[in-house]
T-cell receptor, first 117, second 115 residues
Framework: DTGVSQDPRHKITKRGQNVTFRCDPISEHNRLYWYRQTLGQGPEFLTYFQNEAQLEKSRLLSDRFSAERPKGSFSTLEIQRTEQGDSAMYLC???????????????FGAGSRLTVL | DQQVKQNSPSLSVQEGRISILNCDYTNSMFDYFLWYKKYPAEGPTFLIS?????DKNEDGRFTVFLNKSAKHLSLHIVPSQPGDSAVYFCAANHAGGTSYGKLTFGQGTILTVHP
């Protein structure tokens, strides 16, 4: 297993364009998370899935943001009508979550850096 | 609201000495705390965790201390090595309900270990 893979690693786009990021989690993991990180800040939670079910999406930053995990494997994060404020690193993570099993350790990918011009 | 805070943006330490990174939190419902390390162009990698029912957890050169009454935890690295130079994030988790596994991160502390 090669860990959590994210694609593309860097995306430069013009304001108003749509962008999509893909995440391939560790295959045995049942949970997949999306985080956003801006300069000088820690990762900020956006949404997460358990298998194919999106269990929380209230932190998605606006209705321009959406995430899917159609078959419970890979996931996509789409940003429509991008704005300059969307420029950030988008991190994907996965974990094997079990009830009463202690700290849920997330394994992160290297991230997809978005630059909106 | 910043529920997890790392008030020191940076720390510089000599090789072989102790590095102490601090973290404060406000949510008393947090029941696990984790430390992650991040190198440039890589995602954060897990270092060590501690349950809220413990006050210390040790793994090799890394020890995390938790002071629940003060809502404070710290990561000690002894001895520090130049390869430890990275950004360190404190994170916390509340296991209740659908929040399980959702980590809340601090802003990070840049550690530089000088040879």
């Amino acid at each position: 297993d090669t860990g959590v893979s994210q694609d593309p690693r860097h995306k430069i786009t013009k304001r108003g364009q749509n962008v999509t990021f893909r995440c391939d989690p560790i295959s045995e993991h049942n949970r997949l998370y999306w985080y956003r990180q801006t300069l000088g800040q820690g990762p900020e939670f956006l949404t997460y899935f358990q298998n194919e079910a999106q269990l929380e999406k209230s932190r998605l930053l606006s209705d321009r943001f959406s995430a899917e995990r159609p078959k419970g494997s890979f996931s996509t994060l789409e940003i429509q009508r991008t704005e300059q404020g969307d420029s950030a690193m988008y991190l994907c993570a996965s974990s094997l979550a079990r009830v009463n099993s202690g700290a849920n350790v997330l394994t992160f990918g290297a991230g997809s850096r978005l630059t909106v011009l | 609201d910043q529920q997890v805070k790392q008030n020191s943006p940076s720390l510089s330490v000599q090789e072989g000495r102790i590095s102490i990174l601090n973290c404060d939190y406000t949510n008393s419902m947090f029941d696990y705390f984790l430390w992650y390390k991040k190198y440039p162009a890589e995602g954060p990698t897990f270092l060590i965790s501690i349950s809220s029912i413990k006050d210390k957890n040790e793994d090799g050169r890394f020890t995390v201390f938790l002071n629940k009454s003060a809502k404070h935890l710290s990561l000690h690295i002894v001895p520090s090595q130049p390869g430890d130079s990275a950004v360190y994030f404190c994170a916390a988790n509340h296991a209740g309900g659908t929040s399980y596994g959702k980590l809340t991160f601090g802003q990070g502390t840049i550690l530089t270990v000088h040879p």
